[in-house]
């Protein structure tokens, strides 16, 4: 079932280094740089960094939201791309995509540390998934975010803890999300992604 | 959280400066060879520090961090005579994961507020140079050879608060010593910020980088010659870290 896979060019930051990683994994792909494009494609990449409000407000600047609220082909946000799928962000106070009712929030400083969460930390991938096959179920996945999405048992496909247990990566129907830099790392993130063109 | 190891590689015209002990390195010079070599050995990530002085640096900082970023999957930071937001932006847009600035960042303050508004502060990593003098730490300048009157624990402090995403301390009363890091100024700075901590300077052995982690809370330790010269092998420094039920990623 693997088909091309179109990356969404809202203008949400620098996508070299996942650009990169698809290369090596030998993953075809192209940008999604206008909303007529965007039927032609198998399946979606979300990237995003910066601001969740700024991201999604150039997300629908990009006329592209319905066609991503409408669509049944896989799709998989990284990062603040992943932020945008559930409803809210305490960044900004901001209204997101609302695919899954979920919210994201910023790591509290009662509980007194370093933010943004920066480095590798242990992601446990809960259930059998296609996202995290073939890695073992404790591997470790490189993080850099100050806002995190809350743990939620229907919606949470794997979990790490940074002072609170948290959505290290989700799935609401045929969307996905990783709140870890899959490009980033390592040989577990290349396997992420070659997981992700392949359902 | 994993304690992140981290070589730092000096780049010079496009090129590796310190030698290298690997086998099977075809070019010793080259930092893309070297880098990978690293990623595959378990580095968590890497510095590059550019030390060209030409006016051709700007290219080949740029050739560089995209050859980096085209094959390696690790994140990596990039640090060197970098003095103007567009600076930073074309290496962003290059690849780079973070930026480094130093000298920079004493003389303009302000440029630390002005990256951290433009790129968030998670790509700014501000290096701190620092050595004792008369009983008291003050940041150094051009690799410790020109003092300031920057008190470093109060200049990390206002590094921190004006948008800094992270520090590099490297101790130059420790560094090139082998002696060890230094580890009580380590723990002392880490326990007055809330970001990341990458302690440099003064490694030697492998005994050096458990003690920094179990002393310090630091998040990091970065070194060059001990792992350029194979002096330490990072897949056995971090099967003895974990030994120590320090969390590394292996």
Redesign the interface.
């Given at each position: 079932r693997s088909g091309a896979l179109g990356i969404i060019n809202y203008g949400a930051g620098?996508i070299?280094?996942l650009t990169?990683?698809l290369?090596?994994q030998g993953i075809p792909y192209a940008m999604i740089n206008s909303v007529d494009e965007f039927d032609k494609f198998e399946r979606y990449i979300i990237p995003g960094?910066?601001h969740a409000g700024a991201a999604m407000q150039k997300l629908e600047e990009s006329g592209m939201v319905a066609k991503i609220l409408n669509t049944k082909k896989p799709v998989l946000g990284i990062c603040v791309g992943m932020q945008l799928l559930t409803e809210f962000s305490e960044e900004g106070n901001s209204k997101l995509l609302g695919v899954a009712p979920v919210k994201t929030r910023l790591f509290s400083e009662n509980l007194?540390?370093?933010?943004?969460?920066?480095?590798?930390?242990?992601v446990s991938s809960t259930i059998d998934n296609e996202l995290f096959k073939g890695l073992d179920q404790e591997t470790?996945f490189?993080f850099?975010?100050?806002f995190f999405i809350e743990f939620n048992p229907n919606f949470t496909l794997a979990s790490a803890d940074?002072g609170i247990q948290f959505s290290a990566a989700l799935k609401k129907d045929n969307y996905y999300g990783v709140q870890f830099?899959p490009?980033?790392?390592?040989?577990a993130?290349?396997k992420i992604l070659k997981n992700f063109s392949l359902i | 959280m994993a304690k992140r190891i981290i070589p730092c590689l000096d780049v010079k015209d496009g090129r590796t400066v310190k030698g290298v002990n690997f086998v099977d390195l075809r070019d010793a010079g080259d930092p893309v060879e070297l880098a990978w070599q690293y990623s595959q050995q378990g580095a968590d990530e890497l510095v590059f520090l550019d030390i060209t002085a030409t006016h051709e640096r700007r290219k080949t900082m740029v050739e560089l961090v995209k050859a980096v970023a085209r094959q390696i999957n690790i994140p990596f930071t990039i640090g060197g005579g970098i003095n103007e937001i567009s600076d930073a932006d074309i290496l962003l847009n290059a690849g780079a994961d973070k930026i480094s600035i130093n000298s920079a960042a004493v003389r303009n303050p302000d440029f630390i507020d002005e990256l951290a508004a433009a790129f968030g502060k998670q790509f700014v990593v501000v290096a701190v140079d620092t050595k004792l003098v008369e009983g008291t730490n003050l940041v150094h300048l051009n690799g410790g050879r020109i003092a300031t009157e920057f008190e470093t624990e109060k200049w990390i402090k206002e590094a921190e608060e004006r948008g800094a995403g992270e520090i590099l301390l490297t101790s130059m009363d420790h560094d090139g010593t082998k002696a060890g890091f230094d580890n009580s100024l380590l723990k002392k700075i880490n326990d007055t910020i809330s970001i990341p901590l990458i302690a440099s300077g003064g490694a030697g052995n492998v005994q050096h980088f458990i003690d920094v982690f179990e002393k310090t809370n630091v998040d990091a330790a970065l070194a060059a010659s001990v792992f350029h010269y194979g002096e330490i092998l990072i897949p056995s420094l971090k099967e003895e870290l974990r030994k120590h039920n320090i969390e590394v990623r292996l």
């Open positions: 620098n070299f280094s990169a990683a290369n090596r960094v910066g007194k540390l370093k933010v943004p969460h920066t480095g590798w930390n242990k470790h490189y850099v975010h100050s940074y830099h490009e980033k790392s390592g040989e993130g290349e | -």
